[in-house]
């Protein structure tokens, strides 16, 4: 037998990563294993060892890259939030007052719809960083103050510009109504999760009432 018999078959690819890229490979994998046994199994069944293993790396690698399950969680909150902050940027570029928050709200149930994991995930751990001692909580809290900044900002600049040409008595107040209303509807889905048709409708009947908060309503509709 040749000696080049007992070679190993190494991938080119592979090969031809940078250190940053496979470290964002092995991100990529071990976010992935996370959503999956964070669904499957809950937050307290999930250890760092099988995300490891899933993701096709070592036992440890998981527990050297984040530490513990709690810097696990707030890995998973972080991707899976900077996923819907690139998707928001897209959907609201160029857009502001009502039509930023239309734009939001049927990219939130598409979200839902074609990262139907992630986002369960997500929010299972959103729910979860209220109990005593969460690591998670103080992310989830600027990832929530960060939409409503979002959202005061798209009324501001829908007053200013004024395509919102009613008075605004607590923009504030409006702003957390609209978020809040989307953490409730994703719980709602998290509670039934196949009744897609009532989630989407949810998101419809948001739109509207955001519609009536900001935008005046025609006269002969008055009328009618």
Same mark, same amino acid.
């Given at each position: ?82 996923? @819907? ?40 751990? @959103? ?26 900002? @798209? ?33 709602? @889905? ?35």
């Amino acid at each position: 037998m040749s000696k080049t018999a007992h070679k190993k078959v190494i991938n080119p690819k592979q090969t031809s990563l940078s250190q940053t890229e496979r470290t964002a490979l092995s991100d990529k994998r071990m976010l992935e294993a996370a959503i999956k046994l964070i669904i499957e199994r809950g937050t307290e069944k999930t250890t760092l060892k099988e995300v490891g293993e899933i993701a096709g790396y070592s036992r440890g690698l998981a527990g050297y890259r984040f530490g513990s399950k709690q810097g696990l969680f707030s890995f998973v909150v972080h991707a899976i939030s900077e996923e @819907w902050l690139q998707e928001l940027k897209k959907v609201t570029e160029g857009k502001f007052g009502i039509q930023a928050i239309r734009a939001a709200t049927d990219a939130h149930y598409r979200f839902c719809l074609e990262a139907p994991d992630h986002v369960r995930a997500f929010y299972i751990l @959103w729910f979860e960083s209220i109990t005593p001692g969460s690591e998670t909580k103080e992310v989830i809290a600027a990832i929530h103050q960060r939409r409503q900044r979002d959202v005061i900002e @798209w009324i501001h600049r829908g007053i200013k510009t004024k395509m919102i040409t009613i008075h605004v008595n607590d923009i504030e107040a409006v702003a957390a109504q609209f978020c809040s209303a989307l953490v409730g509807i994703v719980y709602q @889905w998290l509670v039934s999760p196949d009744s897609m048709n009532e989630i989407e409708e949810l998101h419809k009947g948001l739109k509207r009432t955001m519609e009536t908060l900001l935008m005046p309503v025609p006269i002969p509709e008055l009328i009618n």
